[in-house]
């Protein structure tokens, strides 16, 4: 278990770096695009609602209350964030994912 936490932690890292990257200068404070470029979109989405899952697993192994509230609040943005950004350019292919997405929201 301890070796599954570590890697989704690095998991969360790689997936953040690669989101980021589609932010101006690539900087974590910018916001992203309001729409990500058609060649881009469907490995952006995948890696966006990969994100909000492994940040919800990452919470099951937080070390402190205080720790697990924070990630899972992370999750919760991430996953809401992800399913509005598909609901809002009707972005059919991925309206399952948003649907279980915000249900896992619901849920953590």
């Known amino acids: 278990a301890k070796g599954a936490g570590s890697c989704a932690t690095q998991a969360t890292r790689y997936y953040a770096a690669f989101i980021d990257s589609f932010r101006p200068e690539c900087s974590p404070t910018a916001p992203l695009p309001a729409r990500i470029d058609e060649d881009n979109e469907r490995v952006f989405l995948l890696a966006s609602f990969s994100l909000g899952r ?48 915000l249900q896992l929201a619901e849920l953590v």
């Open 54 to 101: 492994v940040l919800h697993r990452c919470s099951l192994s937080a070390r402190t209350p205080a720790s697990e509230v924070g990630v899972m609040a992370a999750a919760i943005r991430h996953l809401q964030w992800s399913a509005e950004y598909v609901r809002r350019h009707k972005l059919t292919e991925f309206e399952q994912e948003a649907g279980l997405a």
